[in-house]
């Protein structure tokens, strides 16, 4: 019998109902939204590419900070530091999205 199962005998019974029914209410995770396409993401160079093209195209994809964050995390992704290049050109994507 799984370690969980066995502890959980130890617990009484009012405690134990209380349990379930708490994990029985909890929220479940939201469906993907209807009005757009599911984008699939993976920790690839091809997506430092996606995620470096998508930042040209906003307005303020040139300006501080986004044009340093950007550049620092092409630069990770073509020294194989994939998933923290991936971060930093998020964060770009971010401050051109807001203005800067």
């Given at each position: 019998?799984?370690?969980?199962?066995?502890?959980?005998?130890?617990?009484?019974?009012?405690?134990?109902?209380?349990?379930?029914?708490?994990?029985?209410?909890?929220?479940?995770?939201a469906?993907?939204?209807?009005?757009?396409?599911?984008?699939?993401?993976?920790?690839s160079?091809?997506?430092?590419?996606?995620?470096?093209?998508?930042?040209?195209?906003q307005?303020?994809?040139?300006?501080?900070?986004?044009?340093?964050?950007?550049?620092?995390?092409?630069?990770?992704?073509?020294?194989?530091?994939?998933?923290?290049?991936?971060?930093?050109?998020?964060?770009?994507?971010?401050?051109?999205?807001?203005?800067?």
């Amino acid at each position: 019998m799984p370690p969980i199962i066995t502890r959980m005998r130890s617990v009484p019974s009012p405690i134990r109902v209380a349990l379930l029914l708490a994990l029985a209410v909890l929220p479940l995770p939201a469906d993907a939204s209807p009005d757009g396409p599911v984008r699939v993401t993976s920790d690839s160079t091809a997506y430092c590419a996606e995620l470096a093209s998508r930042l040209a195209e906003q307005p303020h994809g040139h300006a501080e900070p986004a044009r340093s964050l950007a550049e620092e995390g092409q630069r990770l992704c073509g020294k194989g530091h994939v998933r923290t290049g991936i971060a930093k050109l998020r964060r770009a994507l971010r401050a051109a999205q807001a203005g800067g």
